[in-house]
Nanobody, 118 residues
Framework: QVQLQESGPGLVKPSQTLSLICTVS??????????WSWVRQPPGKGLEWIGY???????YISPSLKSRTSISRDTAKNEFTLQLRSVTPEDTAVYYC??????????WGRGTQVTVSS
């Protein structure tokens, strides 16, 4: 059974960097053809795709967030991470990590609430 678990601080101050880790069990993040994604949902809004790291290590990030977002991975720990710099209250959301198989999301983490506030 594939499981994903997000972890990180629930409160971040404006202008700081939001850092989240997704720990994966039951599957390797280096297995072809999977992509390992970050998605968020602001309060009262729909899901927003942030980006992903592919099985190969290549990363793809939403153009709207690319200037302040990094996605990386630690293959030894079977984890991938999200860093979002210079956060504002508009970055407040529930953040999810998920696996993409071909064209569909097949496994999701439970999500973690991140609030940006001073």
């Amino acid at each position: 059974q594939v499981q994903l678990q997000e972890s990180g601080p629930g409160l971040v101050k404006p202008s700081q960097t939001l850092s989240l880790i997704c720990t994966v069990s039951g599957a390797s993040i280096t297995t072809n053809p999977y992509q390992w994604s970050w998605v968020r949902q602001p309060p009262g809004k729909g899901l927003e795709w942030i980006g992903y790291v592919q099985f190969s290590g290549d990363t793809y990030i939403s153009p709207s967030l690319k200037s302040r977002t990094s996605i990386s991975r630690d293959t030894a720990k079977n984890e991938f991470t999200l860093q979002l710099r210079s956060v504002t209250p508009e970055d407040t959301a529930v953040y999810y990590c998920a696996r993409v198989s071909r064209t569909s999301y097949d496994y999701w983490g439970r999500g973690t609430q991140v609030t940006v506030s001073s």
